[in-house]
């Protein structure tokens, strides 16, 4: 459907993939800084593509957005292009094959509130140039495959602006007339325009330095606006940790004397790993133990790490177009998660990754804005930062990593910074580098790659008393998904162990006549069987160990089956899922109505893991139940149309029944998992905070229960953030007086801290208790927030969508209020507008007054005047 005042727009197609006809030697930029008319001067040295194709011939065609071209030269002789608003073009007839071109243009950073090229956040100007922001700043060819080295003068007044910064060295700094100043920055590296970066405004530093394992000394500097410098610290450790980890796991070092990392308010994404100065949103750099917990604490540690670790998987060798986004994204989140998972626990780290990526990434594969790991075409290509190129890209390195083992992935990883470094590359250039290193043939692996949708393995067991052979049956199917109707099979590791009857591991003989806990097993055909020898009684599987692969298991565990795992396998990724099985297949029995108890043997199980004890950390997730949309997904999985209220009932009765079972040992847990004394994220510490949180939310649930007086105690007394905010979220979903006291009290203390506003914004819209709309729509009408900055937008109108059972509200109100806040927001900032509208993406679980009521505020979004590219591209998407 696609409503005719809605503006069309071309898709961009990597089949259409040609080299770039001119190659840049070098650029040099000056910026004379002003809020409403910054002059850009340039001067590129450009030389023509010898590789170039034939047909694209030889006309200088720059890209350019919302610029005013001043002026234009070629080798000192003024020239006119023709101008458009994409960009300009000379003719090539009259171009040497070699020439230096400056131009002068003008840009209003003040007015620019989209958050991409240069703009002002807070007073300070800032850059964001992924993926095509530089075209807003001048003119270039700006695609990622022309890489050149840059020099920048930057211009600015120095009360406003004694800060200047960009990428790579500090140069030449100096006094200008009428209070101005400049400073010089050379970048020696060549890098792409999407690097780029720029900084400048009233900023304080801290400082430390790290010296590479060659014994380069580099300085790190964090820049922040005055009064959080002492909020640093902990991105300040992580950032080392880093540097030192890629030094050991991955033998890279850093490759510049200095190192930066800027905090800005108004960001549209996590974070930016331009060459050299890092730009993150404040909620990724800024923690303290009384602002920030320890979920914040964890995302600084992981995100510092993950830019960082670009420098060597996304900048020396980026990529060569932006369907390749996977090959920086998709590697470097592997990276990150192997360094989280080597800084804390590993098993617990997994448990999370895979429910993030189900939670993201799976209901991406299962509905209509399904797409390829890499894409085949975009019309935006903001609108393809997703969890499949992200998450699920990730999933495909660990697969690979599983397939060759650790010694041959370093040693593929090796040849890939040796044979590419300095390099615009793609998908085929890494994955040759793994057949180099492993003699495998990966064409069927590839297909990981080009292939969306989240495969269905089902797997069934045979045993053979008689001879002890045990045969497993596994058949691999992948959906249909839209454009891609015919999937072909995959190459898939899948990792598998046993247990006896009465849960001892088994090492069995496996299909390749070693004996080991747990085997590797490689799919690559739609049906096939292994066999097993050496288990006289029929053993128990325990099946896809670790999460080998992104894929949907079958099996028809019993719930007796489940529960033993849950005793007792060896692998603690099993172990909690087979606590997320039985309470989906609770949530399901009561959310169709084929029960109205839950059985027994979940609550039951969690009860005796917790009196038994064990990781806290671990514990906390074994408690934790599955949310709504969960429940929800899974319902739709079976087929079955989705009731919210009925889901919310369910939830209800699952968190209850647990609570019921395990009071005792969930108010001993709350008790005994107490942090008295300073403040300290470390992972074990964090781990009880977190199994104690997990037992006071599991109390919420119990009608007069204890939960309201631990409540009320945790939040008079909390010292750090994590129990404070727990504290809050429970007295919110109990009500009452009480709540808005605390609410209240919450405010007052912190209203001047924006990263806090953010949690108390989300907590009083997310929790399905609450009247969350009436909440939702009272705060959004204050006027003492700024709704244009993600964060804030994010917190409340993000988090309001996240309610399962207020956002898909019989009556259609979640869904007006949503699409008209999305449609406010376009007008703004169509990026984070078009990536909020993906809310709606489940549309087609619902029954069908629900899916008229989302499919008209849909239409909204789309009819309004103006609609942007991004929004545009997503909504026609989800309508289909
Ligand atoms: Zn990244």
Request: glycine share 6%.
């Amino acid at each position: 459907m696609r409503p005719d005042t809605a503006p069309r727009h071309t898709a961009i197609r990597l089949a259409e993939y040609t080299p770039p006809v001119w190659l840049v030697e070098s650029v040099a930029l000056t910026f004379a800084l002003d809020p409403a008319a910054t002059r850009v001067s340039s001067e590129i040295v450009f030389a023509l593509n010898p590789d170039r194709a034939a047909a694209d011939g030889t006309d200088l065609v720059l890209d350019g957005e919302m610029l005013t071209l001043v002026s234009a030269s070629i080798d000192g002789e003024a020239v006119t292009p023709a101008v458009d608003s994409k960009g300009l073009r000379l003719s090539g007839e009259t171009l040497p094959e070699r020439f230096t071109w400056r131009a002068e243009v003008e840009i209003a950073p003040e007015e620019n509130k989209a958050l991409e090229g240069l703009y002002i956040s807070n007073g300070m100007y800032c850059t964001q140039c992924e993926a095509e922001g530089f075209r807003k700043i001048t003119y270039f060819p700006d695609r990622p495959d022309v890489m050149t080295t840059y020099t920048v003068r930057v211009e600015g007044d120095r009360a406003t602006c004694p800060v200047l910064l960009s990428n790579g060295e500090r140069g030449e700094t100096g006094e200008l007339p009428d209070g101005r100043h400049f400073a010089v920055w050379h970048d020696p590296h060549p890098k792409p325009a999407y690097l780029f970066a720029l900084v400048a405004g009233d900023l304080k530093k801290i400082d430390d330095r790290f010296v590479t394992a060659s014994g380069m000394d580099v300085a790190l500097e964090i820049w922040v606006r005055p009064g959080d410098e002492d909020k640093c610290d902990y991105a300040m450790d992580s950032l080392k940790r880093s540097m030192k980890w890629d030094e050991e796991a991955y033998g890279r070092e850093y490759d510049l004397p200095l190192f930066m990392v800027v905090a800005v308010d108004d960001f549209n994404m996590g974070a930016m790993e331009n060459k050299g100065l890092n730009i993150f949103n404040t909620r990724l750099v800024l923690a303290s133990p009384e602002t920030a917990t320890d979920a914040n604490y964890a995302a600084i540690e992981s995100v510092i790490a993950h830019e960082y670790f670009h420098n060597w998987t996304g900048n020396r060798i980026t990529c060569r177009d932006w369907f390749q986004l996977c090959l920086k994204e998709g590697l470097t989140v592997f990276r990150d998660q192997q360094f989280s998972e080597d800084m804390r626990s590993a098993d617990v780290l997994r448990i999370k990754e895979v429910a993030n990526l189900r939670g993201r990434q799976f209901r991406e594969d299962a509905g209509p804005l399904a797409h390829p790991v890499r894409p085949e075409e975009y019309i935006e290509i903001n609108n393809f930062y997703t969890a499949t190129v992200y998450e699920k890209g990730a999933e495909v390195v660990r697969m690979l990593h599983t397939l060759v083992g650790p010694q041959t992935y370093r040693e593929a990883l090796d040849l890939y910074f040796v044979r590419h470094d300095g390099q615009a590359c793609t998908i085929e250039d890494f994955a040759a580098c793994f057949e180099a290193t492993s003699d495998r043939d990966l064409t069927q692996f590839r297909r990981w790659w080009s292939q969306a949708g989240t495969p269905r393995i089902r797997v069934r067991m045979a045993h053979d008393a008689a001879t002890g052979e045990t045969a497993l049956t596994v058949t691999q199917k992948t959906p249909a998904t839209p454009g891609q109707a015919d999937k072909e099979p995959l190459h898939i590791p899948f990792a598998v162990g046993f247990l006896s009857a009465s849960g001892e591991a088994l090492a069995l003989d496996g299909p390749d006549g070693e004996r080991r806990d747990t085997h590797v097993l490689e799919l690559t055909r739609p049906s096939e069987t292994f066999l097993f020898t050496g288990a006289p009684e029929a053993p128990v599987p325990s099946l896809l160990r670790g999460f080998s692969a992104p894929v949907i298991l079958d099996y028809p565990h019993t719930d007796a089956e489940k529960a033993l795992l849950l005793a007792h396998d060896s692998d603690a990724f099993n172990r909690a899922e087979a606590s997320r099985g039985l309470a989906l297949t609770a949530a399901q029995a009561i959310a169709t109505g084929e029960a109205d108890t839950v059985d027994p043997i979940l609550p039951d199980a969690l009860a005796t893991a917790l009196s038994r004890g064990g990781d806290p950390a671990f514990l906390a997730l074994l408690l934790t139940t599955p949310g709504q949309e969960e429940i929800a997904a899974s319902l739709a999985a079976q087929g079955r149309t989705v009731d919210p209220d009925a889901v919310y009932a369910a939830k209800t009765a699952l968190d209850t029944a647990i609570a019921t079972a395990a009071k005792d040992a969930l108010i001993a847990a709350w008790h005994d998992n107490a942090t008295p004394g300073p403040y300290s994220p470390d992972a074990a510490s964090a781990g009880k905070r977190a199994l104690k949180n997990t037992a006071l939310g599991l109390l919420v649930s119990l009608p007069d229960g204890p939960a309201r007086a631990l409540a009320s105690a945790q939040f008079d007394e909390a010292r750090n953030m994590t129990d404070s905010a727990a504290a809050l979220m429970a007295l919110v979903r109990l009500g009452g007086p009480a709540a808005q006291a605390a609410l209240d009290a919450f405010h007052a203390r912190w209203k001047h801290d924006p990263l806090v506003v953010d949690k108390w914004l989300a907590m009083q819209v997310a929790v399905p208790e609450v009247d969350a709309l009436e909440r939702a729509k009272a705060l959004r009408a204050r006027d003492d927030i700024d709704w244009r900055n993600p964060n804030r937008f994010r917190s409340l109108v993000g988090a309001f969508a996240s309610n399962h059972r207020r956002f898909h509200a019989a009556d259609g109100s979640g869904y007006d209020f949503f699409a008209e806040q999305v449609a406010w927001l376009d007008g703004v900032n169509p990026q984070t507008a078009a990536r909020m509208a993906t809310a709606f993406d489940t549309w087609s679980r619902y029954d069908e007054a629900r899916r008229e009521k989302m499919r008209a505020a849909m239409g909204r979004i789309l009819d309004q005047p103006g609609c942007s590219r991004d929004t545009y591209e997503i909504v026609s998407r989800l309508l289909g």
